[in-house]
């Protein structure tokens, strides 16, 4: 996965850092010099890295990382006296002088993180457990006169209260019905 886009205001650490990455095998999607830029960037890819400085022309790696919390992670290269400053706690930091291994290993485990939100946002329900879940809750609603938001609750909460998964609390009160 090399959704990875790189926005640094200088034109000397952006470059540098896409020097960087492919040297060691990364290919960056985007060089940017505006945070705006980045987030064109990143949303038209579906989502990465950003890779970034403390100060974009436009805006911080803080207001960076705030628009695109919830497509991307964010990496922060800046001296550690900006790093300081910085107050989103899902940014990643790395401070200067950089290290080429530092980076390497960031993005790596960058990579991995993306990779695991991936693939735990994957349903889990097949949708025959899906119909099933819906066919209590039709029960639910037609025998007990509960609205869908209720129905589903007391499906959450005796799934929760005898510690059977939702599907199979599902299948008892359909059975339990027919």
Known sequence: MDKIVIAFGNDNNRNRIAELLEISGFTPKKLCKTGKEAIRAIRAIGGGIVICGYKLVDMTADDLAYDIDDI???????????????????????????????????????ISMEENKIASSKPKRSDEEKELIQQAKQILMEKCSMTEPEAHRFIQKKSMDTGFKLISTARLIISSYN
């Open 72 to 110: 991307a992670l964010t990496l922060v290269v800046a001296q550690p006296t900006l790093l300081e400053l910085c107050e989103n706690e899902s940014l990643c930091k790395l401070p200067t002088p950089l290290k080429k291994t530092d980076l390497i290993s960031s993005v790596n485990m960058l």
